[in-house]
Structure formats: structure tokens, C-alpha cells
């Protein structure tokens, strides 16, 4: 019993009992703290057993016994602490630290991704000088250069470095595939003009070659429209162009250039290479003129007749230009309008007896037996008219106006009298077997006629093509030789859907034809995803694939047979990871030789034989690669060696290689015949090393899925789990009928994923490969859309006011974060106003309006809600994620 009443009050409080909800990001696991353990240790001096502590009444603190039961207790309550901070580390969810994540996540077979080092497509330009190969022979013949340059192999290995903006540092990028080269492949062009053959009346326009040819709006033109005749038209305006040293002839007010014509083409037959002959000119033509040709059987067609290509290709760019036309069409001018002789004649008098009739008496002269239906009498003599030239005779005949047209086989200027006149006339034998004057049999069927002669024929120009340079399909202006499937190209131009902005895009051949003699090129879906204008359009075919990184080469250690598990650590962090088409989306580029001979990496050990020359890496805390070689039970051992332990290896990694268009162009390594090397396009699909929250979200994801993909929750985490690969949502979508499975993506900080990307492409085929190829896939990237707050604030005067109204926006744009937030995820009224109202120092908050961006409305809604996939004929529209917009919150402070 207390008698001296030290104790009341005092309790034993430890250990104490420890729960833990679920979903908490920090779990409590201390058994006490300094006070709960000091007063513990108090409340038991008055229980103990001991007559000795019994009699210690004392509870100052300045007492040596009491002072000594503080001290223990602030040990306990640190190593309580530490024990609380180890059991955090325990668990995924609650981990702080790097290191516990890393180890916690391998324990279930996962690695914290690597990162992922950027992509980028270099463009090379190629010298096409004389000397671009080298020394020119004085018995070179330069004609025809261009084409005669041969193709030439760029070889992986290609180092560029970027010129770096401000605050950035130069990233060195290397290419990785050999590709085949041509000085031609520079700068393509698409085709910018199409023969005017054959004529359409419709278009109401012909372009002639030359701009003098001395004509003017009104004058009389017999053209031929082989689908519609021979018409005689009037020039409404003429319109000339000195730079391309062409006139357009406008028939009517309004005319526009038509659209380009693709011709259709049977294709080549093959069969031809079945009995071999020469080239020449007629084998040529033969080749070219309505005929098309896959790119691969023409490359057959030529190697199997033993045909030099360098003849072959500029013959065919050569007759290509100058094929005769395909139809009849023709263009002529008349020079000359004349009435037809007797137009003017009086008519025939009459009399009455002896005297004559009155005029309007007198009686019409008969042509019958006089005309001829192959002879044209005109009113004077017109030297100018020439054999085999054209004639028009128009017939204003009121019942039945006619235009008739007729060669002139023969031209004779004499005199003629008839119907009581006599004058010169030009007469004009013609091609005609019926009355060229119409069914009339008197002179009064002449009088009105007017015959338009001296025609004088128009050369006719090629049309511009006009149209805007997009969709799938492109012709070229003229062979292109050595194009092939699949090849990567970059199209650049001047768009005309954005006036005054430049833009290039990356493009995948699908198919290469030749229809007659021009490639024409079809790309791999989307195709151009914006509209060029056509005379602004370049294209650059010397394309090849570069990542972010550059080699390096170093002796990694001696060997050592009798150690086990034997370890080395790269001395130039960090390694490279390129994307690839794993389960991980990632691909070393360390390459070990132990010996001279190579040795291969795996996963793991487990399951491997004690001959398999093979390693494992693993990254550290710090990101350094550390390589270890087996125990000579799984994986040999490494041979005893002196420096004989050898690694090539990449350094260089992360989005600090996203590097924009054009940055890449300097060239650290200059093989012959390059001039220079760009890239047009931005670099992409690069990531950083995988951070806390990341890791935990996605390390349960390789035992979730076990490297299969089955159900849709499969492809949404494989897909999330997969380096350069942020945020996805997998849907099940119709296309064409056809159910799919369609996976909207989001890359590194919102980055755009194009399936036609090689992250894309990567996480397509690895997707493939886990799953059931026999599923449909659609992998598109994501909508971002913007929603828009206003809002008025009561601010606790406490508080200064705009210190809380930074931290309200601040605390808005933290929860509708790209990170924090979902595909598809509405926003509602009561979670803004929760986001707001927990920022100390508001009181009050006044939503004032609540509406997606590109809404004009100002009500202020319960929810905006975010679509899901949506797919049409026309466009594939991945899933919105709805964040706040990038401009200042509308917020006003009120009383």
C-alpha cells in the first residue's frame, strides 16, 4: 500500500497495444514513448518485490535512481522509434526510403525500372558534289551526277550532340542501325504537276507553255476534250506567269486548278524476265508508259535481264518527263474570223418587164449546184490560212445553231464572181461529205455564218498540282530508286492548317510502287497527320534511328575462378536502357566479354547450368550497375584471367535526352560521303529512373499478371508496368465491328505515346507476346482537357491573405495533377471545395464557376465528367484526364 502517496497517478502504461487501420501510408508501431515509459517504470517502484525499491519514496527527477529510470526510458523510446521507422520499411505502401522499395520489390521478382533513354530519328544529308566519295577522275563524266552517286552504308555508332537551350546540357545521341544511303534520298519532292492530258471541260481552264503568245481575252479556241469533243471556246482572261513561264486560260469567271488526277495502271508482268533483252529506248518505254510496278519486282525485273540500275533509273526519270500524251487532246487558236463569200451580196432583182421590182421583192440567190459541201468561199483573201490548218464554221441559225469543224486540206486565193458580185477569195478545200452551210438552198443560209481559221496550235503545260500534301499516299516527281518497306522518313513543310508554322513528322513506308515511272509512296497508318503546302514539301529518306547515350569501353577486373558470385561495378554510371519489346519495356546495352568471348545476361541464376556463360546486373541505391558472374552451380565461374573481364556499355539515360527538333546537329563522328545530320522531330520516350510512388504502384504488378496477359486488368497493368509508360486504361472498344481491346497512354509526365512510336511499337509487341496475338489492340494516347475554377474565399484576418491564396491554388493544382489524377475521372463540386476548404486560413469558400475550358457556360455543375475511349471511322480519341487549367485560378478574397 502507498502510504507516503509518491505513486497516485501513476499507471503502467507500456507496452502499448498497437492497431492499425488499412490504407494508411505510415503504419504506428511503437510500443511507448519517453513518458509512457518513464512513467511506467515509476508506477512499478510501488509494485516491485523488492523491499530496497520499496523504500525509494523519492520521485524528483534530480535524484540519482529516478534520473537513472528517465534515461532508460529515453533509450527505449529511441529504439522504439527506430523500430517503428524498420517496421515502415517493411512494407511497399509504407517505405520511405529507396533502398527498403528496391529490396522489397526484388523479392517478388521485380526491379525498379532503370529509366529509359530517349529516341530520335536523324536525318542525314549527303554530299552530292563531285568529289563526295573522292578524288573525281579527270575522265569523269559529271552529267547526270545526282543520280549517278552511289548508294552508301552509314553505319551504326553515329555520334551527334545537341546544341543546348538555356539551362540544358549537351546530350550526345548515337544511331543504332546501318542504313543504306543516296545523295537523291536529300531532299524529295512530291509531284507538282500533272500532264493537262487529257483536257476536261469542266475544269474551264488550259495552260499553255510560254508567256508571249500573243493572245487576249475573247479570242476563239478549238480545243478537244476527248471525253466530250471538240468545243469552241472563248478566252474569258488570261492570266501569265513568268516564273514558271506558263499562261492559264480562264473560260469562264471563276475557275480553280483541279485536284490531283492518280492514274490507274495495270501492273508490270513479271514474266517479261523469261526472255531477257538489251535496253533500249522501246524497252524503256515499255516499262514507263501505263504501267506500274511494285518497287520489289522491278528490283527483279532489272537484276534478272543483268540491267545496269544507273541506266536503268535516269532512262526511265528521263522518258518519265516526256511521255507522249495518252490521249488526243489539243488546243488551237483561230487568228482569223471571215464571213463566207456572197455574206454581203444584194439579193437577186426582180422585174416587171423591163423595170425592176422594188427591193423588197427581189428574190434570194439559189446556191444549189453553186456550194460545195468540200469547198468554203471567204470574203477576201487570207494569205495567213495554210494547209492541213483547222476551221470552225459557226451557224447562228436560229432553229438550229451548229459549230462545225473541219481540216483544211488545200488553200487557194483567186477571184471568184457569183451571186451578182465579183471580188478575191480564199478558197478552202475541206474534209467534208455534207453541207457544211446546214439544210438552207438559198444564199440567206450563208449570210450569217462566220468561219474562224488560221489555226495556230497551243502547246500545253502541265498542271499545278495544288492539293494539300496528307492522308496515306504521296507521288513522287519523279524514280526514286532503292525505296523500301518499312523504312523511316521525315516529311517537313509549311502547313496549311496552321498559316505561317513549319512542322516535320516521322512516316513509316508501308508500299512502294512505280506507276508510270513516278514512286508513289503509301505510309503505315495514320500516314501525314497534318496538311503541307505541296510546293513547300521536302522529304528526307536518309533516316536512322538514334538513342540517347554514348559508348564507352573499359576493363571491368580480373577474373578470379575461385571466388564465387564474383562482382564488378561499372565505373560509368548511368547505364543506358533502351526501349524494347519486353515484359520490363527495357533493353540493356552492356555487352560482356570475358576472354574475347561473349557472355549473356539473365534475369536470374536459377534454372541456368554450371557451363552457361552468363551474368546478372542489378542497380544499386546510388544507380550504379553492379554485374555479378555465378557460383559454378548456376552460371559459371569467371576464368582466372588478367584483365581479361571486358565491357562495352552506353552511358546515359533519362528525360534529360528529350531533347527538341533540330538540337541534334553536331556531328561527333563524319562518315565519308555525309554532309550533315539533324533531327527534325523531337526525341522521345525517354523516363527517369523509377521513383517511391511509382515503384509501389507498379511492383506488385509482375505477380498480379505472372507474364501472362489475359483479362483487361491484365493489358491495363502490363501496359502500366512498362518503362516510359505512366498511366493506361484498357477498355473494350468497337472498331468496324470488330471488339477490341483499347489501351489509352500516357508517357513520362503526360507525355504523348504514338503508336506509330517505337515505345509504341515496343509495348505492341510485348504485349503480343504475353497475351493472345489473336486480340485485337488499339494503343492510343490520351485527351488531356482543362476545367476552370472561380471562386471567392473568406480568409481568416489572422492569416495575410495572399500567402492562403497561393496556398489555395497551390493545393488545386497539387490534387488535379496529371499524377494525381485518373483517365476518365470526373471532377465534383464537393471534392474542389474539400481541396479548398482545407488550406489553413480559409473559413468560407464561394464557388463561383466550375466548367470545363472549352465551355462557355458559367453554371456551376455537381460533376464534369471525363469521356472514355471514343472511336469513329474518321478518328480514334483516347480517354480524357481532366486536370486543372495551366492558367491563374480565378480567386477573389471577400470579407
Not at 48 to 65: G, H, W
Not at 278 to 301: H, M, P, R, T
Not at 322 to 332: I, K, N, Q
Not at 824 to 839: I, K, L, P
Request: net charge negative; with cysteine.
Amino acid at each position: 500500500m502507498d502510504t507516503c502517496h509518491c505513486c497516485e497517478g501513476l499507471s503502467v502504461q507500456t507496452p502499448v497495444e498497437i492497431y492499425n487501420r488499412a490504407g494508411l501510408n505510415a503504419i504506428a508501431y511503437r510500443v511507448g514513448t519517453h513518458p509512457q515509459f518513464k512513467e511506467s517504470l515509476l508506477a512499478r517502484l510501488s509494485l516491485a518485490d523488492q523491499p530496497t525499491l520499496k523504500n525509494l519514496t523519492t520521485r524528483e527527477d534530480n535524484d540519482f535512481s529516478i534520473a537513472l529510470l528517465d534515461a532508460w526510458s529515453v533509450v527505449s523510446d529511441v529504439l522504439t522509434f527506430y523500430q517503428e521507422r524498420i517496421a515502415n520499411e517493411s512494407y511497399l505502401a509504407t517505405a520511405t526510403e529507396r533502398f527498403s522499395i528496391l529490396q522489397l520489390a526484388r523479392l517478388i521478382g521485380y526491379e525498379l525500372r532503370p529509366g529509359v533513354a530517349a529516341t530520335a530519328y536523324i536525318a542525314f544529308t549527303l554530299d552530292d558534289s563531285a568529289s563526295a566519295l573522292g578524288p573525281v577522275l579527270p575522265s569523269n563524266n559529271l552529267t547526270g551526277l545526282l543520280q549517278s552517286l552511289p548508294p552508301i552504308t552509314i553505319d551504326k555508332g553515329i555520334k551527334l550532340q545537341s546544341i543546348p537551350g538555356p539551362g540544358e546540357k549537351a546530350q550526345t545521341f548515337e544511331t543504332v542501325e546501318n542504313i543504306s544511303a543516296r545523295a537523291e534520298w536529300n531532299n524529295i519532292k512530291p509531284r507538282l504537276t500533272q500532264p493537262q492530258d487529257p483536257l476536261v471541260e469542266t475544269d474551264n481552264i488550259i495552260l499553255l507553255k510560254g508567256t508571249n503568245l500573243n493572245l487576249k481575252k475573247g479570242d476563239i479556241l478549238r480545243v478537244n476534250y476527248p471525253d466530250n469533243g471538240i468545243k469552241l471556246k472563248t478566252i474569258f482572261n488570261i492570266v501569265v506567269d513568268n516564273d514558271a513561264r506558263t499562261t492559264r486560260l480562264n473560260l469562264k469567271t471563276v475557275t480553280t486548278l483541279p485536284n490531283y488526277r492518280k492514274p490507274v495502271f495495270a501492273f508490270g508482268n513479271l514474266a517479261q524476265i523469261l526472255n531477257p533483252v538489251l535496253l533500249n529506248q522501246n524497252v524503256v518505254f515499255g516499262l514507263v508508259n501505263k504501267v506500274a510496278w511494285k518497287e520489289s519486282d522491278f528490283n527483279i525485273l532489272v537484276n534478272t535481264n543483268r540491267w545496269v540500275p544507273k541506266d536503268v533509273y535516269q532512262s526511265i526519270n528521263t522518258q518519265a518527263a516526256g511521255l507522249p500524251p495518252e490521249t488526243e487532246s489539243s488546243a488551237f487558236v483561230f487568228r482569223k474570223r471571215a464571213p463566207v463569200f456572197g455574206y454581203n451580196a444584194q439579193k437577186k432583182i426582180t422585174y416587171n418587164g423591163n423595170i425592176p421590182n422594188p427591193p423588197s421583192s427581189w428574190t434570194e440567190w439559189d446556191i444549189s449546184g453553186i456550194e460545195k459541201n468540200n469547198i468554203v468561199y471567204l470574203d477576201n483573201a487570207y494569205e495567213e490560212i495554210v494547209d492541213d490548218s483547222y476551221i470552225a464554221i459557226q451557224n447562228p441559225d436560229a432553229t438550229n445553231p451548229s459549230v462545225s469543224f473541219y481540216k483544211v486540206n488545200a488553200v487557194n486565193v483567186t477571184s471568184r464572181t457569183e451571186y451578182g458580185m465579183s471580188t478575191k477569195t480564199t478558197k478552202l478545200s475541206i474534209d467534208s461529205t455534207s453541207d457544211w452551210w446546214g439544210s438552207g438552198t438559198t444564199l440567206a443560209s450563208l449570210r450569217s455564218i462566220v468561219v474562224y481559221a488560221q489555226s495556230e496550235q497551243l502547246d500545253l503545260a502541265e498542271l499545278p498540282i495544288e492539293d494539300e500534301v496528307t492522308g496515306v499516299t504521296l507521288t513522287l516527281d519523279r524514280y526514286y530508286p532503292g525505296l523500301r518497306e518499312g523504312q523511316a522518313i521525315i516529311i517537313s513543310g509549311e502547313r496549311s492548317d496552321l498559316q505561317g508554322v513549319s512542322s516535320s513528322e516521322l512516316l513509316f513506308i508501308k508500299t512502294v510502287e512505280i506507276i508510270g515511272g513516278f514512286t508513289e509512296l503509301t505510309f503505315v497508318d495514320p500516314g501525314i497527320q497534318y496538311s503541307y503546302i505541296r510546293k513547300t514539301v521536302a522529304i528526307n529518306a536518309n533516316v536512322a534511328m538514334a538513342t540517347h547515350g554514348e559508348t564507352v569501353q573499359e576493363v571491368l577486373g580480373n577474373g578470379d575462378a575461385s571466388t564465387i558470385f564474383q562482382t564488378f561495378k561499372l565505373k560509368q554510371p548511368p547505364l543506358t536502357f533502351i526501349t524494347a519489346d519486353t515484359d520490363s519495356g527495357v533493353q540493356s546495352t552492356l555487352e560482356i566479354r570475358v576472354n574475347d568471348l561473349l557472355w549473356h545476361e539473365v534475369p536470374y541464376f536459377l534454372d541456368h547450368g554450371q557451363d552457361e556463360r552468363i551474368y546478372i546486373t542489378r542497380q544499386d541505391n546510388d544507380s550504379n550497375t553492379i554485374v555479378t558472374f555465378g557460383d559454378g552451380i548456376n552460371g559459371a565461374r569467371v576464368p582466372t584471367g588478367l584483365q581479361n573481364i571486358k565491357a562495352t556499355y552506353r552511358k546515359g539515360i533519362g528525360t534529360g535526352g528529350l531533347v527538341k527538333a533540330n538540337q541534334l546537329s553536331q556531328l561527333q563522328t563524319k562518315p565519308l560521303g555525309v554532309k550533315s545530320a539533324i533531327n527534325p522531330v523531337s526525341a522521345n520516350g525517354a523516363q527517369d529512373a523509377e521513383q517511391l510512388d511509382s515503384a509501389r504502384n507498379n511492383a506488385s504488378l509482375t505477380i498480379l499478371t505472372l507474364g501472362r496477359v489475359v483479362s483487361l486488368q491484365d493489358y491495363e497493368d502490363f501496359a502500366r508496368a512498362f518503362a516510359g509508360i505512366e498511366k493506361t486504361l484498357a477498355t473494350w472498344t468497337l472498331v468496324n465491328g470488330r471488339r477490341h481491346v483499347y489501351i489509352t497512354v500516357a508517357g513520362t509526365d503526360g507525355a504523348e505515346v504514338p503508336e506509330d512510336s517505337k515505345l509504341g511499337i515496343n509495348l505492341l509487341a510485348a504485349i503480343n507476346k504475353a497475351g493472345d496475338p489473336r486480340v485485337a489492340i488499339k494503343i492510343a494516347s490520351y485527351s488531356p482537357r482543362y476545367f476552370q475554377i472561380s471562386a471567392n474565399v473568406v480568409v481568416d484576418p489572422d492569416y495575410i491573405a495572399a500567402n492562403v491564396i497561393a496556398a489555395v491554388e497551390k493545393n488545386l493544382r497539387d490534387t488535379f495533377s496529371f499524377k494525381a489524377r485518373k483517365f476518365a475521372q470526373s471532377v465534383t463540386y464537393s471534392e474542389v471545395v474539400a481541396c479548398m476548404q482545407q488550406t489553413p486560413g480559409v473559413i468560407a469558400v464561394n464557388i463561383n464557376s466550375l466548367v470545363r475550358s472549352e465551355d462557355p457556360a458559367t453554371n456551376i455543375p455537381d460533376v464534369i465528367d471525363a469521356a472514355m475511349p471514343v472511336i469513329t471511322t474518321t478518328s480514334v480519341k483516347g480517354a480524357e484526364l481532366l486536370t486543372l487549367d495551366p492558367r491563374p485560378v480565378d480567386l477573389k478574397v471577400i470579407s
